[in-house]
């Protein structure tokens, strides 16, 4: 069972107390910065987590503002959609509600359990510097884009602000998956660049061991991985179960294959994309 720490009593409660009852996460997101990307982040996971364990669930987006830029982004992360009214499950007997917001958030969500999400904050290089400045006005005139590098490359599908950190949407998901929720997170060209190999070698091995017969997901290794999704949502718990997958001696490719895709329904990384593709 999926047990989650509640900001509010700072306890352990379960994400989903009646068993399959309809679920409701809400995403407070204050603007349009790393931080609140990481707060649809979470309340993706939470989504994905309960639909493994058989809990029906929806989702609603709560932003005073950015809205469509928010959707827009959250698609590109390979967020799950928000549905767009809080009240559309009124009649579909929802269980509980539960709320995913950053601390800094100064509204005061409705009943339900509390999960606190770290901020994250976007570190620019030296050579962004000036783009930097200009976010910072953009900012302080009402523009919303605190925290986010400008100029972003064409072709990512985001405006200019978003483009840098969303030009490899897998890669800023794996390196904010790659922290602890509750910890603050700096992003960095290092980090984006190191997230995006490390999925380029998940993706290159897993296509490699799709090739081989299939074999089920050893019993252990499945434990293990719902062990740590299931608490609190650890997943660099979960990331470094399938490091050690990789690696272990004594498991057949296609357990490996079956594993990296078991754990994929909750990552949402694509690690299965390159099946097909030049060995």
Known sequence: MLRILDARTGEPVPAAPARRGLTRIEAHASGLDPTALRVLLTADLLVRALEVGGTPVWTALSAPRHQAELRTAATRLAI????????????????????VMCP???????????????GAEWTPGPGNAGNTENAENAENAGGGTKGW???????????????????DPAALRLALLAVPRGEPVRLDRAALDAAADRLARWRRAVAGWARRPSRPVPGEVRERLRAAWEDDLDLPAVLDVLAEVANASGIPDGARFETYAYADRLLALDLTRDIGGPA
């Open 80 to 99: 799950r959609p928000f549905e767009d009214g809080r009240d559309l499950a009124s009649g579909l007997g929802e269980a509980q509600a539960i709320h």
């Open 104 to 118: 800094d958030v100064t509204s005061t969500p409705g009943e339900g359990p509390l999960v606190s999400v770290g």
């Open 149 to 167: 590098p400008t100029g972003g490359p064409s072709g990512s599908g985001a405006p200019g602000p978003l483009g840098t950190l969303l030009a």
